[in-house]
């Protein structure tokens, strides 16, 4: 069973939605029990940082998803600020991050870009696969997500980085380091490609 | 790798697919989840969602409506109808929609653009524009074109911009539901004076008329309204798109 954590943090309509047309058994909650009872995990969010956090801790999740994904090795996607909450800290706000990756989150630096380019980056871009991986599956030659975040992860570990996409720079977009997996796009939102990466999730991670 | 965007803009009412045209004699199309479930298989970029009966019936937006398309929707989505509050905004967005748009509320209030663009980052808040011909030139029109606001739709395009639009969705009230090509005079002339994206409406009716309007237009993306829920010279209701191939190839040849 794969249980997408609802933690007020935007609409998890369409990750459930299509989660299950890749056929797997899911459930969202925020219901400790069923959290631990779960396979995989998903951690979606669109929203702040510090209100992500916030959620979390009043929800009592913080020390079960420790205890889940570190001692346990439940593999977890997060998605977009999902993805965010893994690192040590935030330069949108101020509260701790889960601290899970060697990574902290950083607000986009577009002034010395040559393009015009606007903060958030908003938009169907793609995915440079730079390590091979399970996750990124059928998607090493063509792919397109959509994004939509003005902060984005930078990973002190390389080895952490599994896909890199270009705004103004490249920057880490999809991360892998064991059971502890995230995407800064919306695979939801990103039709088969989304698709296809839920499906690895889902079957071969 | 910004590419032109050519995007369904579908129409609603009282939960209904409808089409219209040249803003009247909505014609029912079906149900707007089956359609949005055709537009996913179709790897369409991006989806326009207005409620045409929301602001005229003062019912506000349809969040059970907007629920349950959400839900269906595997592709970013732009809403507009009857929005007039920030608390408004903010239940749309948290409802997994990416983009509101603003077309009477922003004519009877310009500041509320500038508040909300500030709020949620311009990005998000699109300005719809419905214009049609006049004796001197286009004027903008509210509530479903039929208010007239007395203002030149250059001027108010740039006054949209400089309160903080971020993108134009500029519909052609003349061109709705004709299929007779978009009024790429009108796109030309807003493309011209403002620097934010212009998504153009009205009138599409061929791959043809999409090439012309991003190339004659300027337009950054195109809307697509009866060729999106329409076969044929008979109008035959079938939700389709142009396939994604064709579309690439088509505006290839436009920036070659």
Redesign the interface.
Known sequence: MIVIINYGM??V??V???VQKVGAEVVVSSDPQVIKESDKLILPG?GAFDQGMQNLEELHLRELLQERVIQKKTPILGICLGLQLFTRRSEEGSRAGLGWLAANTLRFQLERSSEPL?T?H?????VRPVREDSLLKGLEKENRF?F?H?YHLACEDATDVIGKTLYGYEFDSVIRRGNIMGTQFHP?????F??QLLKNFVRDV | ???TRVMPCLLVLDGALVKTVRFKDPHYIGDPINAIRIY?EK?V?ELIVLDIGATPGHNGPPFQLL?EI???????MCYGGGIRSVDEIRKI????V?KVALNSIAADDPSFVKRVSAEF?R??IVVSVDARKTGHGYDVFTRGGRQPTGEEVVAYARRMESLGAGELLLTSIDRDGTMEGFDVELVRSVTACVRIPVIACGGAGSLKDIKTVVHQGKASAAALGSLAVFHGQNRAVLIGFPRRTDLVRLLEEVSA
């Not at chain 1, 908003?122 to 793609?126: A, E, L, P």
């Not at chain 1, 939801?188 to 088969?192: A, I, L, Q, V, Y």
């Not at chain 2, 967005?93 to 997994?96: S, T």
């Open positions: 935007g609409n309509g369409s459930l939605n299509m669109v606007r958030p908003m938009g169907w871009n793609t959509y939509v003005s939801e939102k990103s039709h088969r989304g698709m | 790798m910004l590419q996913n790897e970029d629920s959400t839900n269906e929707c595997f592709m970013p967005f948290a409802l997994g990416e980052g990005q998000s």
